[in-house]
């Protein structure tokens, strides 16, 4: 899912860019994860960790001059974009400084070069760049991998999930989160993805074996 784009829409509304040129440190290649919390909710729950399905929009900047090589808002028609964590979906620093994290919660995090794209780069990000992401998360359901959420998007008890189960779910979620339903092409999108990615044998369900990654989840 790392596309990067160029991000004309959202250096427009990138004022804190401003902010983050005295930010700007060397690459180091073997540092560590910086998390900076920008803003809590009061009430920060449920809080997020190793593959919950995530819903957020991250900005991302190259820390050596504050220029900004990626941008959900404008990419995929500016939907924040869904991702499962802990498990490889985005860059390890992503899974890794995006931890603990709840609805509502914005954090600036620095990742070095060794959990980002590395030696090699990721045109547009050079190599050895150390980058910072802003990530603002809106939504952290339970699942896709939790037993749990299978269970609930398992309507027929069969133990697979077909497609307008996986979609009827999807939709219910939203409208939880959001208090209003989804548009049904948004829906069948991020569908399409998941089938994508979790439906390893293209027969167009996805089993309890290829939708449980963890050992530790038993059905
Ligand atoms: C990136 O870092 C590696 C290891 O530290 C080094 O071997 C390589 O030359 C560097 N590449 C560039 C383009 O600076
Ligand atoms: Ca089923
Ligand atoms: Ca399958």
């Known amino acids: ?11 427009l509304v990138s004022f804190q860019l401003s902010l983050w040129t ?52 404008s990419d995929k028609a500016g939907h924040p974009q869904w991702f499962v964590l802990g498990v490889g979906q985005v860059i390890k620093g992503l899974d890794i400084g995006m ?22 780069g990721k045109d547009p ?15 952290v359901s339970r699942g896709p991998r939790s037993m749990e959420a299978f269970k609930n998007m398992d309507a027929d008890k069969d133990r697979t999930l077909t497609k307008e189960e996986v979609k009827e779910y999807l ?3 939203y409208e939880k989160k959001e208090g209003k339903p989804r548009d049904d092409a948004y829906l069948q ?25 963890y050992e530790h989840d038993e059905l």
Request: charged share 30%; with cysteine; net charge negative.
């Open 189 to 213: 999108k991020i569908m399409d993805d998941i089938f994508y990615k979790n439906d390893q044998d293209k027969d167009g369900l996805i089993s309890s074996k290829e939708y449980n990654i």
């Open 125 to 139: 990000v050079p190599p050895n760049a150390t980058v910072i992401f802003e990530v603002e998360v809106y939504a």
């Open 22 to 73: 005295v930010w700007a440190a060397e690459d180091e290649p073997d540092g560590e994860v910086k998390i900076e919390v920008l803003f809590k909710p009061e009430t920060c729950t449920p809080k997020s960790k190793r593959g919950d399905l995530i819903n957020a929009h991250y900005d991302g900047y190259l820390a050596k001059d504050g220029s900004q090589f990626y941008c959900s808002r």
């Open 99 to 120: 931890d603990d994290m709840c609805p509502g919660e914005k954090r600036k995090i620095t990742v070095p070069p060794s959990l980002a794209f590395g030696t090699k």
């Open 1 to 11: 899912m790392w596309r990067l784009v160029s991000c004309t829409l959202c250096l």
């Open 171 to 173: 939709k219910l979620e």
